[in-house]
Nanobody, 117 residues
Framework: VQLVESGGGFMQPGGSLRLSCAAS????????MSWYRQAPGKERELVAS????????NYADSVKGRFTISRDNAKNTVYLQMNSLEPADTAVYYC???????????WGQGTQVAVSS
């Protein structure tokens, strides 16, 4: 099982970034996917999730209306489009796979997002 996050970087408030998570080593289309983040000094939190078919999504209240999770099962990739970025979005972002609520594998390296003026 391998999940490789990418697309992070430095952005000014109000900007946009698109994160990608490339999956391998398992049947991607059978797993729900989620994005998590961990800010400095804080616990890791769930940001967004999407079902295996992409038919349903959920978001943390703090990102609703600004972030969009999507997936391409043909490319074994899940995305997180982040718009109207705020300094509070600064964190390391991770993706995870789960089936029937059970997470697969372990945490990867994540991708750093920094939002500052």
């Amino acid at each position: 099982v391998q999940l490789v996050e990418s697309g992070g970087g430095f952005m000014q408030p109000g900007g946009s970034l698109r994160l990608s998570c490339a999956a391998s080593g398992f049947t991607f289309s059978m797993y729900d996917m989620s994005w998590y983040r961990q800010a400095p000094g804080k616990e890791r939190e769930l940001v967004a999730s999407i079902t295996s078919t992409g038919g349903s999504t959920n978001y943390a209240d703090s990102v609703k209306g600004r972030f969009t999770i999507s997936r391409d099962n043909a490319k074994n990739t899940v995305y997180l489009q982040m718009n109207s970025l705020e300094p509070a979005d600064t964190a390391v972002y991770y993706c995870r796979a789960a089936r029937f609520g059970v997470m697969l594998g372990s945490w990867g390296q994540g991708t750093q997002v920094a939002v500052s003026s």
